[in-house]
């Protein structure tokens, strides 16, 4: 199946600003975020935007 | 041996050679090297046979004889279907894919080449039958100078003006002079993207150029001819290193984003300005009626 256009993980720092639909990661400072953030880039065949310093998203484009 | 055999042979062989000088296979490498290249001689030689053969059917008053020529027509039809299916399947496979306007574009060469080789075969019969060897041959020399004048198309270089510009990154977004490329997220793929990757700005010469830069399918064709020439900095499951091109909104400029592993300035401009402009990429606002009729 091709997804395109979908966000497949967010990965962050802050609990108090995500919630919903896609799988939600949390990590405790910005060396774990770029590090989660990497591996799931990879292994998902995404690209991990920022959409703030402690908030990264998956997107398949 | 007919009185027609010496100039039949005679439209047949200058098609064919015609059909040979127009496929030059060039960084492309399309078509394919060997069997590729059979499969467009060997039709370029039915191509050669149809336009000579026509003429001895006029000659003997066989007037029917000229709907051969319609089965010609579906048959090059068919070369542009059978090279647009080909492309298109192979272009999912490529790191950084041709795109269907260049596909389209291709297809359409490969037809058009088809109908010129006829030609060039019916007028080389014809002046045969209606002079002599000497007239035919300077008609097919003709034939073969128009030929190759009609298969070379403009390139890029001669409706932008091309000049190298740094990238940068403003927080999480990329960009090339002023231009936003894309947001990337990780310092990793920053770091690559600023080692590895280089910037040009594509400013169009006139209006109608604006329209032409900016469809999609000749932006996708630059990022494809660019990096089969200069390679490409990138691999599968590495999306965010795709090289992009995105355009400013208010004057129409191109902001070209590429990850070449030959990193040489000279040579990308001269790569980038020698990208075929797509027919159908190709706009005239400023031919528009409406337009003129007001201003």
């Not at chain 2, 647009?84 to 389209?104: A, H, P, Q």
């Not at chain 2, 297809?107 to 002599?132: C, D, H, K, P, Q």
């Not at chain 2, 009609?150 to 001669?158: A, R, T, V, Y």
Request: charged share 20%.
């Amino acid at each position: 199946m091709m997804i395109e256009k979908a966000i497949l993980a967010v990965i962050t720092m802050n609990r108090q600003k995500v919630s919903g639909g896609a799988p939600i990661f949390f990590c405790d400072n910005k060396k774990e975020l770029e590090y989660v953030a990497a591996n799931i880039e990879a292994i998902t065949d995404g690209i991990a935007h920022a959409l703030s310093e402690e908030m990264f998203i998956i997107v398949k484009h | 041996m007919t009185e027609y055999t010496l100039s039949i042979v005679f439209g047949v062989v200058i098609g064919t050679i015609s059909r040979i000088i127009m496929l030059k296979t060039d960084y492309r490498q399309y078509p394919t090297y060997l069997h590729g290249k059979i499969i467009h001689l060997s039709l370029g030689f039915i191509a050669a046979s149809l336009g000579a053969l026509a003429v001895p059917a006029i000659m003997e008053k066989e007037f029917t004889a000229v709907t051969l020529l319609t089965v010609a027509a579906t048959q090059f039809r068919d070369v542009r279907n059978m090279e647009r299916n080909t492309l298109t399947e192979v272009d999912g496979f490529e790191l950084v894919s041709r795109g269907k306007t260049y596909i389209e574009g291709i297809a359409i060469s490969f037809e058009s080449r088809n109908y010129l080789v006829m030609f060039t075969g019916f007028l080389g019969t014809l002046s045969y039958i209606m002079w002599n060897v000497f007239v035919a041959i300077v008609v097919a020399i003709i034939c073969l100078f128009i030929s190759n004048r009609l298969m070379s198309g403009s390139k890029l270089e001669e409706i932008v003006d091309i000049e190298q510009s740094r990238i940068h990154f403003d927080g999480a977004g990329l960009y090339v002079d002023n231009i936003y490329i894309m947001n990337i997220g990780l310092e990793e793929r920053k770091r690559e993207i600023l080692k590895y990757g280089m910037g040009f700005i594509l400013t169009p010469k006139n209006i109608n150029v604006v329209t032409t830069i900016g469809n999609l399918g000749q932006r996708q064709a630059i990022l494809h001819d660019v990096s089969v020439s200069l390679g490409v900095f990138r691999d599968s499951g590495t999306p965010a290193l795709t090289p992009l091109i995105k355009r400013d909104l208010d004057d129409g400029r191109l902001g070209v984003f590429i990850l070449p592993q030959i990193r040489d300035v000279d040579k990308a401009i001269a790569v980038i300005g020698s990208v075929p402009v797509l027919e159908s990429a190709v706009r005239m606002p400023s031919e528009s009626k409406s337009l003129t009729k007001r201003g």
